[in-house]
């Protein structure tokens, strides 16, 4: 079992940066792959990235690659997204996410994820 808190979310202008952060606990966290999500008001949650459960593989989705990155404490049971050069277009609620599996043919299926958090706020103006 494992619970996931997601914080770091806020207002920020664009090009700005924010951090956000996933709390988990839970006795599986360092065998699970963690997964960020976004929904934006009236579109579905779309995947966003994810790490492995060893922190060494990571895998983006196209419009994020080279402003976000993904990591990991396995020591501390935390995951992050590093978000930088943000943009209007990427104001969403973000989500953490875990899964058993780093299958990347299904790593953006919302059905193959056991365990979310609540989610955080991330609001970009332009």
């Known amino acids: 079992q494992v619970q996931l808190v997601e914080s770091g979310g806020g207002l920020v202008q664009a090009g700005g940066s924010l951090r956000l952060s996933c709390a988990a606990s839970?006795?599986?966290?360092?065998?699970?792959?963690m997964t960020w999500f976004r929904q934006a008001p009236g579109k579905e949650r779309e995947f966003v990235a994810a790490?492995?459960?060893?922190?060494?593989?990571?895998y983006y989705e196209d419009s994020v690659k080279g402003r976000f990155t993904i990591s990991r404490d396995n020591a501390k049971n935390m995951a992050y997204l590093q978000m930088n050069s943000l943009k209007p277009e990427d104001t969403a609620v973000y989500y953490c996410?875990?899964?058993?599996?780093?299958?990347?043919?299904?790593?953006?299926?919302?059905?193959?994820?056991?365990?979310w958090g609540q989610g955080t706020q991330v609001t970009v103006s332009s």
């Open positions: 996410a875990a899964r058993k599996s780093f299958t990347i043919a299904t790593i953006g299926l919302l059905d193959e994820y056991l365990y």
């Open positions: 790490v492995s459960d060893t922190g060494i593989i990571t």
């Open positions: 839970g006795d599986t966290f360092s065998e699970s792959v």
